[in-house]
T-cell receptor
Framework: KAGVTQTPRYLIKTRGQQVTLSCSPISGHRSVSWYQQTPGQGLQFLFEYFSETQRNKGNFPGRFSGRQFSNSRSEMNVSTLELGDSALYLC??????????????FGPGTRLLVL | AQSVSQHNHHVILSEAASLELGCNYSYGGTVNLFWYVQYPGQHLQLLLKYFSGDPLVKGIKGFEAEFIKSKFSFNLRKPSVQWSDTAEYFCAVIPNTGRRALTFGSGTRLQVQP
């Protein structure tokens, strides 16, 4: 089975711009979660989507949004980028999602640099 | 909201030494607990997890962890580390009820010297 894939792998944007990141889960997985990883804050949960619905949400401002498509692929959007948004954005997929405590499989991440 | 503490930020060991990485969480209810590992240049991957039952959990590559409910701890252990265990280790917790957000600790960087 192919693993979780994320595109693009690297991205450079300037302040004020917006960005869309994509995540393709493992085939058959219906849950996709997004995380932000930074040296200062570590790994922080952004949100989880399951069957096209946002099921859980972390403590991030509304500039961070996401969606999930019927094929379980997910996108994350960050609007009005700030310097502090520079981070590695990780996507993880699982069969049933966070509620079942199932194993999450992580992708390689998208490294975003905001200048 | 739950939180996870990993007190050892950077650990340096020689090969064959024993390893114990601390993890403490704060949450009033029942939780599921995980240890993830990130090898240099690789994805995060699951080492082991605890949901219920035997509090001593065995994972991949000879790792194990013990859940001590009274201490809110889930320490990771390995009797004899290898150079290939050099990586960053993350403890994570998710509550069984309420907002199901996976909360990670800040990570412990393990460096094993040959």
């Amino acid at each position: 089975k192919a693993g979780v894939t994320q595109t693009p792998r690297y991205l450079i944007k300037t302040r004020g711009q917006q960005v869309t990141l994509s995540c393709s889960p493992i085939s058959g997985h219906r849950s996709v979660s997004w995380y932000q990883q930074t040296p200062g804050q570590g790994l922080q949960f952004l949100f989880e989507y399951f069957s096209e619905t946002q099921r859980n949400k972390g403590n991030f401002p509304g500039r961070f949004s996401g969606r999930q498509f019927s094929n379980s692929r997910s996108e994350m959007n960050v609007s009005t980028l700030e310097l502090g948004d520079s981070a590695l954005y990780l996507c993880a997929s699982s069969l049933g999602g966070l509620g079942g405590g199932e194993t999450q499989y992580f992708g390689p991440g998208t490294r975003l640099l905001v200048l | 909201a739950q939180s996870v503490s990993q007190h050892n930020h950077h650990v340096i060991l020689s090969e064959a030494a024993s390893l114990e990485l601390g993890c403490n969480y704060s949450y009033g209810g029942t939780v599921n607990l995980f240890w993830y590992v990130q090898y240099p240049g690789q994805h995060l991957q699951l080492l082991l997890k605890y949901f219920s039952g035997d509090p001593l959990v065995k994972g991949i590559k000879g790792f194990e962890a013990e859940f001590i409910k009274s201490k809110f701890s889930f320490n990771l252990r390995k009797p004899s580390v290898q150079w290939s265990d050099t990586a960053e280790y993350f403890c994570a917790v998710i509550p069984n009820t309420g907002r199901r957000a996976l909360t990670f600790g800040s990570g412990t960087r393990l460096q094993v010297q040959p």
